[in-house]
């Protein structure tokens, strides 16, 4: 009697004991699955939206300059606090500083200071000019929802002269976890009661209406499309992206506009460190010193594990941010940190080693 | 849909003659294995998404299924405004999906030649293989701005005393324009379901009433609906299912909004898109939780619809292969 | 049915010109919903395909996305690591997929007891409808929690999203091969085995390879499963799956949000390579489908 077709029989089997080896490998690879490192003359990092631009910038000339690749993944402070403490990044980045909750879930973490910068208030009004005037109490209340127009009296008798459209105001927040968030919201909790008591401060909130965006990119963009809208982001987001912004009023009576005069000014307002080297120079106090100073300016914090497996190239990294990196700051109204933060960004990373 | 062949004798068939041929167990067991994997992945997914959802479900129980507040300051998270999101712009999806997609299958069974039918088919099939990042990228880009300049303006001009249409369309972020993108996701799904439905109808059926003297439609109304009444419902459950899950194109055009929307104008939140947007730098352990707990409940609801087209399409089939 | 007209009521001039009309109306309606949803697709069609043209050149193509940030040369910014990371991921996500799921097409079809196969089949079918990001969240809590992103992972979760597709286009192609031929090959002395590998699944290939193609078509597009396992990239082209990987969609996904019109064009290059080739391979697949259909059912 005549066989089975061998030819065929062959190929079957070839067919099944190829799917079969394949998946056999297909589980070798996932079974030795060990934590992505990244390699030599490689760092990692994730974090806040706000100092991105300044750390592209970083990446590029370090690059050039001692030949060690940086990335960076620009996904909002909570998710840069989340990365740090998974440990799937090198370094994170953070507006908001860590609280001790999450400095417990991080377990082993510290921060320090190495950006300093403005977060400007942007809106979108073809027409009019740039740097309209306007009150820490009128942004909360158009945040609160309780100025819903333009041509509201409270904000047109801020800038007399100019003619507001009757048109509805937008409010646009950020919808993913933000230091920029926390920066804003500390500020309205500092000019408004009712703020205070209804919302609060912290990098997501209730935000009582308006449009969630994500990332200062996110925001910068829908403020670009809506006519009406009023967004908060880093001043580099509004310049980068031609957005107009407000000159907000300070406690000293005066409208600073979020420059590198008015960010210099504010950062006066603290230098006294707390025990984990957070500053808040948010809305300075009357004074001569201040008399320019912009009231929504915040540090952003680096994040770093005490025990970092690329402790090498980290530190140096760091030391360069704080010290050279610096001098890129100005040009995207990044103001350089004062030479007391850089001594205790020193300081504090003394404890990082591998 | 095929059946299985049945006729091959099952397992017990490979022990006759009291011997057991290796090659035959061998295969037995390694695909038993492989089909089995889709009972431990379903097992596995429902257990490590309830365990981490378990802190939040035992702090707020079933209330937060109703609860509005979304505060990660105060602690106070609420599934209710998502619920309402994903309920308002599936539904509404569904409501305009489900007229034009049965149009479009009646069109290509009993309308089109064969020529139109053969370009059309695959056109409609097309849509459903656009990605869904596509479409939002679209959303965001064109139909927002459109929304914006053009068709909002002109819904709220002719509809705005309706409540839904009462807000002026400011933002090209909006419940109105995640429906939009959700309508043209449901649309190629349920259109080719029904064209598959319509297409089964017995043809002496048909030719019956046709003799009668009823118009074409009057078939469709009189017999072809009736004969593929359950299938349709099977098909708008399943397009129902595929808004209820979409997450991209949707967090893309709807806005973020945790506070509820008054009208169809203002942005909103759906489970799927929240997820999306707000996991990844989720802040405190109780956030994270919520989160998934806002997965677990968008689970139940996507397995229901799905268990439930699937047991319509089941008993159909056997109705049908019966007759 | 209460009150029916007659038969001959039915023919009377006025009703049977009004029944025409409604029959008119609706030939009218489908044909416009018809044509409506031709003119969506090719308005969505036609702005990718004219607002990415313009992006797509070979640098585009073979460069990875570049620090444009004002300090020195521009450099030219493309797309190469989420075009390589979008194919390793892919084809990860395939090799796990594809063998499983061909096995357990080959149990439901051909060894499963008939109450076994519907419940394992009808597991098969929930899987499908677990939503994406359900699926992305899974995988995080399961794989990438405490110990890193990777584009294995990513892949992991697209093979999940894979594994119902193939294994329901291998079980309809595995029910066409007749049983005459299953039973030949068993009364000519051949094992259970043999008959499988040699006989019935040779016929079944060019299914199998429709089934997967489809899935490939579709999981290449998704973005939620990537969202949380393969998002932290090195914006360089990097080959290792043990890395996150950039992928094409999440490029799409992370681009069209932001203000940068610049960015906008480059979304909209990277969704007309991405449609391109999504909707390339379906039509083809497709295509091969209809002819082995047709070979299949000629060789009875």
């Known amino acids: 009697m005549k066989s089975l077709d061998t030819r065929k029989t062959r190929v079957g089997a070839a067919v099944c004991g190829l799917l079969i080896a394949v998946s056999a490998v297909a589980a070798v690879i996932m079974a030795s699955g060990a934590q992505a490192r990244s390699g030599a003359g490689e760092l990692k990092g994730a974090g806040a939206t706000f100092p991105a631009p300044l750390i592209a910038v970083w990446q590029q000339q370090y690059e050039s300059a001692k030949g060690v690749k940086v990335s960076y993944n620009a996904i909002g402070s909570g998710g840069g606090i989340a990365a740090i403490t998974n440990k799937t990044v090198d370094f994170g980045a953070s507006d908001a500083p860590l609280s001790p909750d999450q400095f417990a879930r991080c377990n082993g973490c510290v921060q320090l200071p190495w950006v300093l910068s403005a977060t400007s208030v942007m809106y979108n009004l073809p027409g009019l000019p740039n740097n309209l005037r306007i009150t820490g109490q009128v942004i909360a209340d158009i945040y609160l929802g309780k100025i819903t127009k333009w041509n509201d009296r409270r904000i047109t008798r801020l800038n007399p002269g100019k003619s507001f459209p009757d048109k509805e105001i937008t409010p646009v927040y950020r919808s993913d976890s933000s230091g920029t968030s926390f920066n804003f919201t500390s500020y309205l909790n500092t000019a408004s009661k009712q703020w205070k008591s209804q919302v609060g401060n912290g990098t997501t909130v209730n935000w009582p209406k308006g449009v969630g965006a994500r990332g200062s990119s996110g925001v910068s963009g829908v403020l670009s499309r809506t006519e009406g809208a009023i967004g908060y982001a880093d001043i580099a987001y509004a310049l980068k992206n031609h957005l107009k912004f407000f000159s907000v009023k300070n406690r000293a009576g005066n409208f600073a506009r979020p420059g590198l005069v008015g960010i210099k000014a504010a950062s006066l307002a603290d230098r006294k460190f707390s025990s984990t080297n957070a500053l808040s120079i948010v809305n300075p106090p009357p004074g001569k010193k201040f008399r320019k100073a912009y009231p929504i300016c915040t540090y952003s914090y680096v994040l770093l594990r005490t025990t970092s497996p690329n402790a090498a190239e980290l530190k140096p990294f760091i030391t360069w941010a704080l010290t050279s990196g610096q001098q890129y700051g100005p040009r995207l109204i990044f103001q350089p940190i004062p030479k007391y933060v850089v001594a205790k960004g020193k300081a504090t990373l003394k404890r990082v080693h591998s | 849909m095929a059946t299985a062949s049945r006729s091959v004798p099952g397992p017990a068939a490979f022990q006759r003659r009291g011997r057991v041929r290796p090659g035959d167990a061998i295969l037995y067991f390694v695909t038993l294995l492989a089909a089995l994997t889709a009972v431990v992945l379903l097992a596995l997914i429902a257990r490590e998404v309830l365990a981490d959802a378990w802190p939040a479900m035992k702090a707020y129980g079933l209330g937060f299924l109703t609860a509005t507040d979304w505060d990660p300051n105060k602690k106070l998270f609420g599934a209710g405004t998502f619920i309402f999101g994903t309920a308002v712009t599936s539904l509404g999806a569904l409501l305009l999906a489900a007229p034009i997609s049965i149009a479009i299958a009646l069109f290509m069974t009993e309308l089109a030649p064969g020529w139109i039918r053969a370009i059309i088919g695959p056109l409609v099939e097309m849509l459903a293989a656009v990605p869904s990042v596509v479409l939002g990228l679209w959303g965001i880009l064109v139909l927002g701005p459109f929304i914006v300049s053009t068709l909002g303006p002109a819904i709220h001009g002719s509809l705005g005393w309706i409540p839904i249409f009462g807000t002026e369309p400011n933002v090209g972020s909006s419940m109105f324009a995640a429906i939009l993108i959700l309508t043209i996701m449901m649309v190629p799904i349920i259109s080719s379901i029904c064209r598959e439905l319509f297409l089964g109808v017995p043809q002496e059926l048909k030719e019956g009433a046709l003799a009668l003297g009823a118009t074409r439609w009057e078939v469709v109304r009189g017999v072809v609906f009736p004969y593929a009444r359950a299938g349709i419902a099977a098909a708008l459950i399943l397009g129902l299912g595929r808004g209820l899950g979409e997450a991209i194109a949707v967090t893309q055009v709807i806005g973020n909004n945790v506070a509820m929307p008054t009208s169809l104008f203002e942005p909103g939140d759906t489970l799927a898109s929240r997820i999306a947007s707000q996991y990844q730098g989720a802040d405190y352990a109780i956030q994270v939780s919520s989160l998934v707990y806002l997965a677990v409940i968008l689970l139940v609801f996507s397995l229901a619809v799905n268990v439930l087209a699937q047991i319509i399409v089941r008993r159909v089939a056997g109705r049908h292969r019966v007759s | ?300």
Do not use: C
């Open chain 3, 1 to 300: 049915m209460s009150a029916q007209p007659s038969t001959a009521d039915l023919f009377k001039a006025e009703r049977i010109g009004r029944r025409r009309l409604v029959n008119r109306l609706v030939e009218l309606a489908a044909t416009a919903a018809a044509l409506l949803a031709v003119a969506v697709l090719a308005i969505v069609v036609a702005s990718v395909a004219k607002r990415g043209a313009g992006a797509i050149n070979l640098d585009f193509l073979t460069k990875p996305p570049a620090l444009n940030t004002g300090f020195g040369e521009p450099q030219p910014s493309g797309i190469a690591d989420a075009l390589i990371g979008t194919a390793i991921i892919v084809g990860l996500a395939t090799l796990m997929a594809l063998p499983i799921g061909v096995l357990a097409a080959i149990y439901l079809n051909e060894f499963a007891p008939r109450r076994l196969s519907a419940v394992l089949t009808l597991a098969l079918d929930v899987l499908n409808g677990v939503p994406a990001i359900v699926i992305g969240i899974f995988v995080f809590v399961f794989l990438v929690s405490g110990h890193g992103q990777a584009g294995w992972k990513g892949a992991f979760a697209l093979g999940i999203l894979m594994l119902p597709m193939v294994a329901r286009a291998t079980q309809e192609v595995l029910a066409l091969v007749p049983n005459s031929l299953r039973e030949a090959s068993l009364a000519l002395g051949a094992a259970k085995w043999r008959t499988t590998l040699s006989v019935v699944l040779p016929q079944t290939v060019g299914g199998i390879v429709t089934g997967a193609t489809l899935a490939v078509a579709r999981v290449a597009g998704e973005t939620a499963p990537l969202l949380f396992t393969s998002s932290l990239i090195s914006n360089e082209i990097d080959t290792n799956p043990k890395d996150a990987l950039a992928s094409i969609p999440m490029f799409i996904f992370t681009s069209a949000e932001q203000a940068d019109p610049t960015l906008h064009e480059q979304a909209w290059g990277a969704a007309l390579v991405l449609i391109g080739f999504v909707l390339v391979t379906s039509l083809l697949a497709r295509a091969f489908a209809a002819r082995s259909r047709q070979r299949l059912a000629g060789e009875r």
